[in-house]
Nanobody
Framework: QVQLVETGGGSVQAGDSPGLSCVAS????????MAWFRQSPGKEREFVAA????????VYGDSVKGRFTISRDNVKNTVYLHMSSLKPEDTATYYC???????????????????WGQGTQVTVSS
């Protein structure tokens, strides 16, 4: 059974630089593209960042480009999201996701991802 467990959310101040972690189990971690998405009430799920199997290629959503960094540790089966210069509009539930696509292409659409974590809330106060 695949499990993705996110940690690190909470209430932060604008300008803070917290990090999120997602530990995966039940899958061969290094074979999966990993991604972060976020969703606010009443909005569609938004692509944040994704990283290929060896961590050498990453893609970012326009709203976080230059402020967020995704990374992974294939020994620890963990993907990270380092966030900086947070804004109130970054407030959302952040989800970790894993893609089963054997080609290893980094995708931005939520429908491309097969496994999801339960999410962790990040609330940014001004």
């Amino acid at each position: 059974q695949v499990q993705l467990v996110e940690t690190g959310g909470g209430s932060v101040q604008a300008g803070d630089s917290p990090g999120l972690s997602c530990v995966a189990s039940g899958l061969t971690f290094f074979r999966h593209v990993m991604a972060w998405f976020r969703q606010s009430p009443g909005k569609e799920r938004e692509f944040v960042a994704a990283i290929n199997w060896d961590g050498r290629s990453a893609v970012y959503g326009d709203s976080v480009k230059g402020r967020f960094t995704i990374s992974r540790d294939n020994v620890k089966n963990t993907v990270y999201l380092h966030m900086s210069s947070l804004k109130p509009e970054d407030t959302a539930t952040y989800y970790c996701a894993a893609d089963n696509d054997p080609t290893g292409r980094v995708q931005e659409a939520p429908r491309s991802y097969d496994y999801w974590g339960q999410g962790t809330q990040v609330t940014v106060s001004s």
